[in-house]
């Protein structure tokens, strides 16, 4: 039997896919966001009506409680890397994931899917991270059941970090890393919204879920697996810490000296306490095996979509294949 689910963060990376999969279910799916008309693309997942984008802050009592009205599941995608303006760490990914979870009980609704991160932990010294475990906290406080899914780097045809990289081998012939020995598991993301479907429609218990790709690889092997991708011969060079703190300071400054203007989502001081330690499953929880899902490694799918940072794009194979005629 067919329900209604808010996605809050419906439109996102990760969102769109659980949107679709949720239409495909046949159910009525209804995406809460800041932009609802930045999301109308949405809509074509499912028949006229059935996908439906609202607006959303997720910072406001009402605002949510209006999106979780007659919802029989909610899925919370909301997260930020940087922050900015009023949309900080603690206001989104800590009490914006416990107000949800507050008003989705308050409202009855049955099934509660949070998205938080691999490395969610309250005592850690960067925000990301201590915001992530304080929202899964807040979560469970009001949701007990609720399946909370912290997933490794997420790549997909939308990613921001190979198709960044990627694009940055186009006007550099050296490609900057920080922590190019940092281990890394990327999960395709249309596996983490096969989770997050089994959740919202019950078919999964709750609890704490790691989910981690096939391959875990350094941050340096994973450029190299992107560049042999894209045919492109760069220098991968790692930045010294000192020398990273001070760029994400400068940008830091630009954004603070326009008023918020520029904002930087290139590199923060937070980021660099990430890319320092490794983004990998602990063991410790649940992960696809639980699930029956097998997960999709990084050679399946990035050729799908990085094709078109090679140097002749689409058509670099069919130049490949005429030198070999000539030769």
Same mark, same amino acid.
């Given at each position: ?27 009525? #799916? ?10 109308? /693309?949405? +809509? ?5 009506? %059935? ?7 997720? +910072? ?21 890397? &940087? ?9 989104? %990914? ?18 509660? #899917? ?37 997933? &490794? ?11 960044? /990289? ?11 890393? #920080? ?37 875990? +690889?350094?941050? !340096?092997?994973?450029? !190299? ?23 994400? /300071?400068?940008?830091?400054?630009? %954004? ?19 890319? %320092? ?51």
């Amino acid at each position: 039997m067919s329900g209604l689910v808010t996605i809050f963060g419906g439109s996102g990376f990760l969102g769109r896919y659980i949107a679709r999969r949720m239409a495909r279910q046949g159910w009525r #799916v209804r995406v809460a966001t800041r932009h609802p008309n930045d999301a109308m /693309f949405v +809509r074509t997942y499912g028949v006229v009506g %059935q996908v439906e984008p609202i607006f959303c802050n997720i +910072r406001d009592d009402d605002s949510v409680r209006q999106a979780l009205g007659h919802s029989d599941a909610v899925v919370n995608c909301v997260g930020i890397l &940087s922050e900015k303006g009023r949309n900080g760490f603690d206001a989104v %990914q800590a009490e914006g994931a416990g107000r949800v979870a507050r008003i989705a009980a308050e409202e009855g609704v049955d099934r509660m #899917v949070h998205i938080s991160a691999i490395g969610a932990d309250e005592t850690s010294d960067s925000d990301y991270a201590r915001t992530k475990a304080m929202g899964e906290a807040k979560v469970l406080e009001h949701m007990p059941g609720a399946m909370i899914l912290r997933p &490794s780097i997420m790549f997909g045809a939308e990613d921001e970090f190979f198709n960044r /990289f990627a694009g940055m081998t186009r006007f550099s012939p050296i490609l900057p890393m #920080v922590g190019g020995r940092t281990r890394f598991q990327p999960v395709y993301v249309d596996d983490v919204a096969a989770a997050a479907e089994m959740g919202a429609l019950g078919t999964a218990p709750g609890g704490i879920y790691e989910l981690g790709g096939p391959d875990t +690889r350094t941050f !340096r092997e994973f450029m !190299r697996e992107m560049l042999a991708v894209i045919h492109r011969r760069r220098a991968l060079m790692d930045l010294p810490i000192w020398m990273a703190k001070l760029m994400a /300071f400068g940008l830091t400054a630009v %954004q603070v000296l326009s008023i918020g203007l520029i904002h930087n989502d290139t590199l923060t001081a937070d980021q660099i306490v990430n890319l %320092q330690r490794d983004n990998v499953v602990s063991g410790d929880h649940k992960g696809f095996d639980d699930l029956g899902i097998t997960p999709t490694a990084t050679e399946v799918v990035l050729p799908d979509y990085l094709w078109r940072f090679r140097p002749s794009g689409q058509y670099d194979a069919i130049k490949d294949s005429a030198r070999n005629l000539k030769a």
